[in-house]
């Protein structure tokens, strides 16, 4: 097992992710019964997330070796390329692969990478149920949001990779870092995510130690209908042009 954490580890790095092992079981015991995960307790997860560096290291190259035309999301694109990657490193193991995005018929998820990233020890899945003196009515629904002690909300949940046939009896659980430490502050990210999503603020909660580059900013600030021009300027010349930049689209 520890040969394939440190394997998933090098490939995921390179390419500007990080990622974090739990047991299929953990997950499980936190969602309803509509999101269980099909497997055993003990079977070998990864919860994987981008950092900012992942524009750079993966996104931009992938982009310069596309037929690019606009029809498709290229960022989910890119997240099936390389974690198709990890899949052909392990030929010898049985891999499932489920991406953030991936839907089923019903329009639900197939997997809440917030709750995986969470049980994983890689950010904390802040929720109203976190408050203790919640100052919102029962009747508002409060969306929760995860937050990476290193990277704050700097960083995206982009999927798990499953190993079916690799039992982790041994692995340790460990707790995700609470570095929105007080309820004043947590009250004060969930209403930013919530009530102020486009103005970027719920990312800089917590100090980060990187966050994305102007260019990145930019093109996720561009709806995916407009970013043509954005994809072209990165095949042509390998950047992004760089003006103001406000919202969040993805």
Not at 28 to 53: G, Q, R
Not at 71 to 82: A, Q, S, Y
Not at 135 to 150: L, M, R, T, Y
Not at 164 to 176: A, D, G, I, R, T
Request: overall charge negative.
């Amino acid at each position: 097992m520890e040969d394939i954490q440190n394997s998933v580890h090098s490939l995921l790095e390179k390419a500007g992710f990080e990622a974090y092992a739990f047991k299929i079981g953990w997950y499980n015991e936190c969602v309803m019964k509509n999101y269980i995960l099909p497997y055993d307790y003990d079977t070998l997860a990864f919860i994987v997330i981008s950092t900012p560096d992942m524009f750079d290291k993966a996104f931009k190259p992938f982009v310069c070796r596309q037929d690019c035309n606009g029809g498709r999301d290229l960022i989910d694109e890119c997240m099936v390329d390389c974690f198709q990657k990890i899949k052909k490193n392990f030929p010898d193991e049985e891999i499932e692969i489920i991406h953030d995005f991936e839907l089923h018929h019903t329009r639900r998820p197939k997997v809440l990478v917030q709750t995986a990233g969470h049980v994983a020890g890689a950010a904390y899945y802040y929720q109203a149920s976190d408050v203790k003196n919640v100052p919102w009515d029962k009747s508002q629904k409060i969306f929760g949001v995860s937050v990476h002690p290193k990277y704050g909300g700097w960083f995206a949940l982009r999927g798990v990779i499953i190993f079916k046939n690799v039992k982790c009896v041994n692995l340790e659980k460990k707790s995700p870092s609470d570095c929105v430490s007080t309820d004043e502050l947590k009250i004060e990210l969930l209403n930013r995510y919530n009530f102020q999503w486009q103005d970027w603020s719920f990312r800089d909660i917590v100090p980060s130690d990187k966050k994305y580059c102007e260019e990145q900013k930019k093109y996720f600030a561009t709806l995916p209908k407009d970013r043509q021009e954005l994809i072209e300027q990165i095949k042509t010349t390998g950047h992004i042009e760089v003006d103001d930049v406000t919202g969040l689209q993805k």
